[in-house]
């Protein structure tokens, strides 16, 4: 496909430093397209500056990098009055911009939000989140409606979320674009040297969880694993990386076997994942996201356990040992025990895993994908939706129309509002 390098993108996105996975990936993604395509990068730092830069010289498409977490709010601002590709990598949304509002002190906004997402739910369900006992309970609102109704065209990384979305919205154009991660490297002593840090035998058999430590990653679960396993006698640690995971470890009596290295650098996370045998690679309740944490532990050649959810169901059997939600613990810990006590399996599974990888998860696959998908929507027209909710409407410059109406002064910013 040849691309004209004159088209102009403005990319939304969390950029390094944010301690997000979409700053990372934006960091990862973005040399490859800038080879076909001029790219104005903008996040929350500088996205003052898109308003003007646009006015001036007005963009062929906005890229909208849209997630279910803080690091995304600054961007519904733009959705309406910018209408381009929006790339969620979060399909529920509910969360985030439940807290952005409330924070805010903005409940009517909420209710008028939640009732234009969720047509068909009674007003009320709404009060959940404003009386702040929304929680698990959110994930069952998606509040996406807004964002597939204001986009050009929508992406996602699942062919199975892809295909929910036409059905919630057939008159939307939804495509599918790989998750990719770079390959995983580090020096030949990472193993060893990780491992001496913290204090972990040379022959331990090491779990690893990787990425922020929430409740949803189900660390509770893991934990109660690995404290059976150690009972029965096996060497075996769990190493958590990434924020948070402090506070979950300290709650169990397994102190000695689970070590918690906190946030870690990009350029640490190969020496991490080498020192580890299995990644545990969690995740219930699910905003049905693709875990680049996952794809990242498949690409350094770490055997991995998941969850068993839907909208993986298309990934090959023997990509990685699944563990059903019915009966979670016990199939946690039949999985940890098998991978930890067989190392043809292991070694099996690993090898299955970066295959898969290697033939689908690159970043020279996802910027493929991302070549076509944005060709497609600079093709696509803008929609119109005249019955968004009012605050997706508004400019907020009636108090500068005003004060310049009463001196009689026009000012062209005001005067042509699209």
């Known amino acids: 496909m040849t691309v004209n390098s ?12 944010d301690r997000t996975g979409i700053a990372a990936y934006t960091a990862e993604l ?37 997630g279910n977490a803080r690091w995304h709010d600054w961007m519904w601002g733009y959705l ?12 529920r949304l509910h969360h985030a911009r439940a807290r952005l509002l409330l924070v805010a002190h903005r409940d009517e906004d909420y ?90 035998p040379p022959t331990a058999i090491v779990f690893t969880a990787f990425g922020k430590m929430t409740a949803e990653k189900r660390l509770a679960q893991m934990l109660d694993a690995l404290e059976v396993l150690a009972a029965e006698g096996l060497d075996v640690h769990l190493l958590l990386v990434g924020e948070d995971g402090e506070s979950f470890a300290s709650r169990f009596h397994i102190t000695s076997h689970v070590h918690t290295a906190g946030y870690v650098p990009e350029s640490e996370i190969g020496a991490h994942l080498l020192a580890s045998d299995i990644c545990l690679c969690l995740r219930w309740p699910t905003a049905l996201e693709t875990s680049a944490s996952w794809l990242r532990c498949l690409a350094a050649g770490r055997a991995t356990i998941v969850t068993d959810l839907a909208h993986t169901a298309d990934v090959p059997t023997n990509v990685a040992r699944r563990v059903g939600l019915l009966d979670e613990v016990p199939s946690l810990i039949a999985a940890m025990r098998e991978l930890a006590t067989h190392e043809s399996t292991r070694t099996a599974v690993a090898e299955a895993g970066r295959a898969w990888w290697t033939a689908n998860h690159t970043v020279e696959a996802m910027a493929s994908d991302y070549r076509r998908v944005v060709a497609s929507a600079l093709a ?33 910013i005001l005067d042509s509002q699209s």
């Open 6 to 17: 004159a088209i102009r993108l403005a990319w939304f996105s969390p950029r390094l430093p």
């Open 30 to 66: 973005l040399p490859h397209l800038e080879r076909d395509w001029h790219i104005d990068s903008y996040d929350e730092r500088n996205a003052f500056d898109f308003v003007w830069r646009a006015r001036r010289h007005p963009y062929d498409l906005v890229v909208y990098q849209l």
């Open 80 to 91: 309406a009055a910018y209408p381009g590709l929006a790339v969620l990598h979060d399909a």
């Open 111 to 200: 209710r008028r939000e939640f009732r234009y997402n969720h047509p068909d739910v009674r007003p009320d369900a709404a009060e959940y989140a404003v009386a702040a006992m929304g929680g698990p309970i959110q994930y069952l609102w998606p509040m996406r409606r807004v964002v597939l109704r204001t986009a050009r065209r929508v992406a996602v990384h699942a062919a199975l979320v892809a295909d929910e979305l036409r059905r919630e919205e057939p008159s939307t154009p939804i495509d599918t674009i790989r998750m990719g991660v770079p390959g995983i490297g580090a020096s030949a002593d990472a193993r060893g040297r990780v491992r001496a840090a913290f204090g972990i």
């Open 380 to 412: 696509s027209p803008a929609p119109m939706p005249s019955d968004l909710p009012s605050h997706f409407l508004e400019d907020f410059s009636g108090n500068a129309r005003s004060i310049a109406n009463r001196y009689g002064v026009s000012v062209d």
